[in-house]
């Protein structure tokens, strides 16, 4: 596998809604095909972390109208969005890391696999973007050793493309169209595979508040404790005081039951 190149980071447009004013500066310097990237779930406590991809090239026009970061829409604005995006992007995907996932190689290794499933997923369709567009200032799609993450990776996906070259953008999703559709479809994805598992685990409220550290998650936690879909690598409450019951355990064992004999 070819080691990615990384790009400087690009200055962000003082646009006060998204466009396609970076992506057509960076098809200019010969980026011709864009994919903007974003992540959802990043800090939830349940649930995976989900990786949209949305694919651009210089014959794509303007993005549909009230494209913008997921997170200023309504749920019912975010749901009736998705479409128009699929139609105007030249290919999209979104790919996703469980929880199981991220407490063996940690968020960040988890980020990383869920985005390269979603590239995976463009390959598929036989497109290669020239360069991705990363929300933030670092970049996590960029393995840093290629061997570790690739361990925990499906075979498919180690033999798979490479990564392409990064540049991150602080607030790209607020400035960049490729990058606010994405999270779009990121954040309706991971939406409904939480209201999805909510009737398995009614008590932590995951229709509503989709995994996060909402009051009734974190109180049916300390009541119940984690089930398979929490990231129980993290101190959540429930999680911390088994632990601690554990060590206290291992530290002063009960004794061992002595039988009476008959008398």
Not at 96 to 125: F, K, N, Q, T
């Amino acid at each position: 596998m070819v080691a990615p190149r990384r790009t400087p980071p690009v200055a962000a447009s003082r646009s006060t809604k998204p466009s396609l004013r970076v992506e057509r500066a960076l098809q200019r310097d010969g980026h011709r095909v864009l994919a903007g990237m974003d992540e959802v779930g990043r800090g939830a406590l349940a649930g995976p972390v989900s990786v949209g991809v949305v694919v651009i090239d210089e014959t794509s026009r303007s993005a549909p109208q009230g494209v913008k970061d997921s997170k200023l829409l309504t749920p019912a604005h975010r749901e009736r969005m998705v479409p128009p995006i699929r139609r105007w992007a030249r290919a999209y995907a979104v790919g996703h890391s469980s929880p199981a996932e991220i407490d063996s190689i940690g968020i960040m290794a988890g980020l990383r696999l869920a985005g390269m499933r979603a590239l995976h997923a463009i390959a598929d369709l036989g497109v290669t973007p020239d360069l991705v567009i990363l929300d933030g200032n670092h970049d996590w799609l960029t393995p840093p050793d290629l061997v570790g993450l690739l361990a925990f990776a499906d075979d498919a996906l180690a033999s798979g493309p490479s990564v392409p070259p990064v540049t991150t953008m602080i607030k790209a999703d607020l400035t960049c169209s490729s990058v606010a559709a994405a999270s779009v479809l990121a954040k309706v994805e991971r939406d409904a595979m939480m209201v999805a598992l909510d009737p398995y685990h009614p008590a932590y409220g995951w229709a509503v508040n989709k995994g996060y550290a909402a009051p009734e998650h974190m109180l049916a936690l300390e009541m119940h404790g984690p089930c398979v879909q929490h990231r129980r690598s993290w101190r959540l409450p429930g999680v911390v005081e088994l632990m601690q019951d554990l060590d206290e355990l291992r530290v002063h064992p009960d004794p061992p039951l002595i039988e009476e004999s008959p008398a």
